[in-house]
C-alpha cells in the first residue's frame, strides 16, 4: 500500500449540507469524482467527456464488431489495472482511497446576498448566534435567503458554511503505477477545485499549506481548460474577499444599485454594456418590462421601477414587439455567465411582492423521443473565483457550444438553442422565447470591464 498526505490551508467556507454533523467538512464523495477525471484527463491528453470516453474505451476487453464482440485491440492494460472491479464496474472509478480529516475546531457562518440592513441585521446575528454561527450578508450565496428573516425554526433549512484552519488530505493506493501519477498532480488540483455549495463564486476554497500566491497561479496557468487567469491583490479577510466577490460578480450579470450620482441610483450590467450598448441587441430584462407592457400594461405599471415605457418604444409606429423586434434583437445575454431558473422584479406594493419569470430550456416541453436529453438546465459556471492570503483570482473557462446551439436529431444541423420565459402572473400571452449570443469572447469581456487587470495566460 503505497500512502501519502497534503495539508490544505482553508481559505472560505464550505457550504455544506450535513453541517450539523461533527466533523463535517471536504466530502471524499465530491473530492475522488472530481480527482478522478484530473487524473484521466492527464493521462489522455484530452479533456472533460472526451477524455472519460478515450479512457473508457482503452479499458474494454472487448469491443462491439458487426459480427459480435472481438478483442479490444487497443486495450490499455495498464490503464485497466488502476479501475475499481477491473473493469467490470459500472462506471469508471479509480482504484485507490482518500482519507479527509480537518484540524483543529471549526467556526460555522450562515451567509446571505442580503444588502446591509439597519433595521434587519442587529436580529439576524442574533438568530445566526443562537444557532452556534456568525452571520455574513453581501455575499453571492442568496438560496436560503427566504429563511433569514422568518421565525428562528425556519433557520433550521438554512446550510451553513463550515471553516477549518487546515484539513489533511490522504491518499492510499496499491498501485505504484497510479501512485507515480497522482502524487506529483495532487498539489495543483486543488487550485484547479472549489468544493461545496456555490463553489464558483469563491466558498470552499482549500489550497495546499506550503503553496504560496505565485505557485497558485502557475497550476491556474498551466491549466488546458482554463482560458483567462486574471488576479485582483487583496489583503484581507475571507469574509471582506467573498463580499468583494458578491459585488464585482453582481455588477458584471446584473447590475447593480450606485449612490456615486443621486440622479442614477442603479449601474447597469457591465455584460449589457459589453453586448448591448451600441444597440445592435438588447437583453432579456427590457425584453420581459415590453412583453408586459404591450401585453399586460396594468402589471408593468405595478413594477416598482418602471412608470414609463422603455426606450425606444416610442419612434415605434405601431407600437407592437413584431416592430420593435426588427430594429433590434432581443438575446438571453445573463445565461453566457450562469443559466437562472426564474428572474425576480419588485412590485410596489406589499412587503417584498415580487414578479416572478420562470426560464425553461424550451427543448424541455418537447416529447419527442429524438429530442430527450437535448434540453438542458445547468451549465457549469464559466468564471471561477479563487481566493489566497494576498489575492483574488478570477478564472474564465470556455463556455460550451450547447449552451447556444445543440444538433438537431432531424436534420443534422446546428440549431440555436431557445429559452422559454414564462411570466405566471400574466392571464394570457404570458410566454416568449430568447437565443443566447454566440462567439462572445470571455476573456475579452473581463478584461475590458471586470476591473481585474490584463489576462495573465496571454501575458506568460
Known sequence: MFTFSIMLKQHTPIIHFQHPQAGATLRATEVKPKLDRFI??????????????????????????????????????????????????????????????????PSNFIFSSNPVSDKMDGNRNQKARAKGAAYINRTQYFADNQYIDEAIGEW?????????????????????SLTRIIEPLFKDFFCLQNFGTRQSKGFGCFLPNDYNDMQVKNALLKSAHIT?????????????????IGKDYSHLKMGRSSKVLPEKQYDKSKLWKYLCANDQISWEKRKIKLHLLLNDQDLFQRLMYESIPPKPLSPLEDDN?????????????????GLAEQFEFLLSEGKNERLQVKVKDLLSFDN?????????????????????????????YKIPLELVKYKDPETEELTFRKFMFTIPLMAASNSFSLTVPDNFDLPEFISLHANYGSNLKTIS
Do not use: M
Open 40 to 105: 484521466i484527463e492527464q493521462v489522455t491528453n484530452l479533456k472533460g467527456y472526451e477524455a472519460v470516453k478515450a479512457f473508457g474505451i482503452s479499458t474494454k476487453r472487448k469491443i462491439k464488431t458487426e459480427s459480435g464482440t472481438a478483442d479490444n485491440p487497443n486495450l490499455n492494460e495498464q490503464w485497466l489495472s488502476w479501475l475499481v472491479g477491473k473493469g467490470k464496474a459500472e462506471h469508471i472509478a479509480l482504484d485507490y482511497r482518500i482519507r479527509i480529516e480537518p484540524i483543529g475546531d
Open 156 to 176: 433550521d433549512n438554512i446550510r451553513q458554511g463550515i471553516f477549518y484552519d487546515a484539513v489533511q488530505v490522504t491518499i492510499q493506493c496499491l498501485f505504484p
Open 228 to 244: 483567462g487567469v486574471f488576479r485582483k491583490e487583496v489583503r484581507a479577510t475571507f469574509k471582506d474577499k467573498l463580499q468583494i
Open 321 to 337: 414587439e413584431e416592430d420593435y423586434d426588427s430594429q433590434l434583437r432581443h438575446k438571453y445575454i445573463r445565461a453566457l455567465l
Open 368 to 396: 419527442r423521443d429524438e429530442y430527450n436529453g437535448l434540453a438542458i438546465d445547468r451549465f457549469r459556471s464559466p468564471i471561477r473565483f479563487v481566493i489566497t492570503d494576498e489575492s483574488i483570482y478570477l478564472v474564465t
